[in-house]
């Protein structure tokens, strides 16, 4: 007469093995994620303030957003007289184009009559601004 199969120690230990491998590797799938930074952060990428240039970060926003009314040309008749086109004038109103572009209690929301400038032209202003406001 033969022995019940599950009374055999060696299939038992074999069984617990491949139990316990079977376990590891589902835990290994089932925790494994296929994430990058660009999909956790999709923005980190496109943002970079840690070098910010007047020239090369700032005045391209300025060009897009804000020179319809506060160029040298315009702001006279658009902007109540605040022109920032020149690096002096920018840098004077650093601190306050800081507080409209991010629509601040006591500050006039800019743009006017738009909206509020996407996350990453606020943060680059901000950091220039925050840097003392450079002509570099």
Not at 15 to 39: D, P
Not at 98 to 109: M, S
Request: aromatic content about 10%.
């Amino acid at each position: 007469m033969t022995e019940p199969i599950f009374t055999n120690v060696n299939f038992m230990e074999e069984m617990v093995r491949k139990l316990i491998l079977l376990t590891f590797i589902v835990s290994m799938v089932a925790g494994c994620a296929w994430e990058n930074e660009e999909t956790l952060f999709p923005e980190s990428d496109l943002c970079d303030t840690l070098d910010v240039s007047y020239s090369g970060d700032v005045v391209p926003i300025f060009t897009n957003h804000c020179y319809t009314c506060h160029s040298n040309s315009n702001a006279p008749d658009f902007a109540q007289g605040i022109a920032f086109e020149d690096y002096e004038d920018a840098s004077t109103y650093a601190s306050t184009i800081v507080g409209t572009i991010n629509h601040l209690q006591g500050f006039p929301a800019m743009p006017k009559e738009a909206d509020k400038l996407d996350t990453c032209s606020i943060i680059t202003i901000e950091a220039w601004a925050n840097m003392g406001a450079p002509n570099n």
